[in-house]
């Protein structure tokens, strides 16, 4: 297990970690078990193969886990994705919580909603708010106490055993105007997750089979962020006009396809890839030394917050919008200088 701390926060990555008694701050954990036993008074963010909470968060648990198992107590909300996930009768959270999982079983207690998107589900504890429930199969059991409604979109009604309350009565989720008016901060919640789910994993992939060419691509956009930025501009306005030349021509139609195809796949890796240049900074500025190809692990835990932090801002209204294309420009410049680099001389120095 390695561990270091900045302010009152916590950074730790290993095979397993377990959480001393108390974090003052954040704790950012990467690692295969996860065993805190302590109390993270701010924000819990982990991305773990096996995870089991018996402690205490205060604020926010952010968890992306093979199998979770949660047992502990979350004054704030939780978000989690993850194949097996339980929560126990004494996982206790104060807030809403928002699960996009395969498998789960809840036995314990939110203070508001509680989302689902799994392929089953069995609840049998206590939720304060709304059950709102996508995925194939709904189960409720005898001790489950529903202080809301159940809103539920799956092939077949939900299993209610005899014991259940629901004090809203059951309702399955249609298009028209007032359902989704209704529960669409749950649905974004959910899709907000699996966004973000989606570029970590893509991320785990590129940096752990790519970890040179991304450590270039970041030294890149250090090096030469105005060339990229201008580069990336450039490519991004002409490629749909060259594109919609060649498929003018019966000749050029597949290639104008293929161009249009890579113009779709590189725009969200140039995002991704600035977003991984900010992480790299960041540790760069952190550990005061260069980074290496076998970093990847903490380059991957130092992008979590980065994604974190550049959705929230993508929020705001207008600047969050520009924002988001200004990362992406030059991340996507940053990618054409790279390759050009390495097909014409030596790599960027990295730090």
């Known amino acids: 297990m390695r561990s ?27 690692t295969q078990d996860l065993t805190p036993g302590g109390t993270v008074a701010g924000d819990l963010v982990a991305l773990a193969e096996r995870a089991t909470l018996s402690g205490s968060v205060g ?11 949660l047992r502990g107590m979350i004054s704030g909300n939780a978000r989690v994705a ?26 314990g207690e939110t203070g508001s909603y509680l989302a689902v998107l799994a392929d089953d589900a069995d609840i049998d504890g206590h939720v ?16 489950a106490r529903i202080d809301g409604a159940v809103r539920f979109s799956s092939s077949s009604s939900p299993d209610i055993s005899p014991g259940a309350h629901i004090a809203g009565g059951t309702h399955r989720l249609t298009l028209s105007e007032e359902a989704y008016g209704y529960d669409s901060d ?71 396809l ?10 969200p890796l140039g995002y991704l890839s600035a977003a991984t240049a900010i992480a790299d900074w960041l540790l760069l500025h952190l550990r005061r030394s260069p980074l290496r190809s076998n970093a990847s692990a903490w380059r991957l835990l130092a992008l979590t917050p980065i ?20 990362v992406m420009l030059v991340g996507v410049g940053a990618l054409l200088v790279t390759l050009g680099v390495q097909r014409r001389g030596p790599p960027l120095p990295l730090a």
């Open 186 to 256: 749950a649905l974004l919640r959910i899709g907000w997750w699996l966004w973000l789910l989606g570029w970590l994993l893509v991320g785990a992939v590129a940096l752990g089979l790519w970890p040179m060419f991304t450590l270039s691509v970041s030294a890149a956009t250090r090096a030469r962020s105005g060339l990229c930025l201008l580069l990336g501009l450039t490519v991004t306005i002409l490629t749909p006009l060259v594109a919609t030349l060649l498929l003018l021509s019966v000749l050029g139609i597949p290639l104008g």
């Open 59 to 69: 604020h926010t648990l952010y968890l992306l886990a093979g199998q979770a198992t």
């Open 128 to 143: 304060a708010g709304d059950l709102v429930f996508i995925g194939r199969h709904l189960q409720l059991g005898p001790h």
């Open 258 to 267: 293929l161009l249009l195809l890579l113009y779709f796949l590189v725009l």
């Open 4 to 30: 270091w701390t900045l302010g009152q926060d916590l950074f730790a990555s290993g095979q397993r970690v377990v959480l001393p008694a108390t974090v003052a701050g954040d704790a950012l954990i990467a």
């Open 307 to 326: 994604l974190i932090g550049l959705h929230l801002l993508a929020s705001v209204p207008v600047l969050g919008l520009l924002l988001d294309v200004l």
């Open 82 to 107: 993850g194949d097996d996930v339980s929560v126990t009768s004494a996982g206790h959270i104060g807030g809403g919580v928002t699960l996009a999982v395969d498998h789960l079983l809840f036995e």
